[in-house]
């Protein structure tokens, strides 16, 4: 058997390119992960929203996906996939360390890149004090001082979000937002207080989030800091292929178009998870996974029918299951009912 040869070569292996190489193992495809080892939750004590996996450490969810791809045959590898080129067969990926893999498809799980604004120790605390998304962490900071970063377009939206699980909110429009007449009507009317001026520093104590500072100086109390980073498809492998990140339509980054299943505008390469979906959470990025295995596996069985009928190579390509094949088609034709 040649082992730098496979049905998919899956790029990223987090949520989605795990959930899409066990679907496709359990489709009989030899499938190789490869997998640079970045997760973009690693900052985060806990997974959440994911059902019977909710608060669960991110490395130990991959830890079990990983075991569930090699049960079924799949292969996973520790590496950084560093280009990709069509081959008449498909494609081949080549990794860092000179290594060359190919496979009939390629599909592209790398996840995106959150960019933070440049302020003195929010960096530091992301993924801990400062969070993005209230599904993943308002049950943990309920009841808390919040603050709200202005950072885009969506930041009023976040800040009435976050009111649900706080009644305590404040806005920091960061020399960056100004709300419409409407906006700040609906912020008055949440009782969502809003500061005007840069924000320089967020402090923490003991490596616990403790406020924000101003840059005229003045400070806040605040125990948790909602930011909505500007999220960036990690995209490079496909853009080598000729595909390239589009604006999202909420303006909070770039992503790379696919239809439901995940294929591209190139034949063959699929993506999904946070590089094709901003906003999915790691258990939307594993059902997309699901979804783009699925699809893989249906064109790579039209394929193979195809080199069926044209009785090329293939699996039906000759002997006993082509004539099998045949017969049935006869029986079809004649009409008879036997089957």
Known sequence: MDTTRYDVVIVGGSAAGLSAATTLGRALRSVLVIDSGTPRNAPAAGVHGYLSRDG?????????????VLSYGGTVIDAEAVSARRTPDGFEVAL????????RRLLVTTGLTDSLPPIDG???????????CPYCHGWEIRGQRIGVLGSGPLSVHQALLFRQWSPDITLFLNDTVEPTEEEWDKLAARSVKVVDGAVAAVDAVGGILAGVTLR??????????????????????????GLHPQVHPSGAGRFIETDPLGATAVPGVYAAGNVSNLMAQVITAAAEGVMAGAGIN???????????????FGPFSAGAEAAATRIVAGHRRHGLSDW
Do not use: K
């Open 298 to 312: 249906a064109d790579l069985v039209e394929e193979e029918t195809r080199w069926a009928v044209e009785g090329r």
């Open 216 to 241: 005229q100086g003045a400070s806040f109390d605040v125990q948790a800091l909602a930011v909505g980073p500007r999220m960036e498809a990690r995209s490079s492998l496909l853009e080598s292929l």
């Open 56 to 68: 669960l450490n991110p490395r130990e969810l991959l830890a079990i996906g990983r075991s569930e």
């Open 122 to 132: 929010l960096r530091e605390q992301w993924g801990q004090g400062v969070v993005h």
């Open 96 to 103: 860092g360390d000179t290594r060359r893999f190919s496979g």
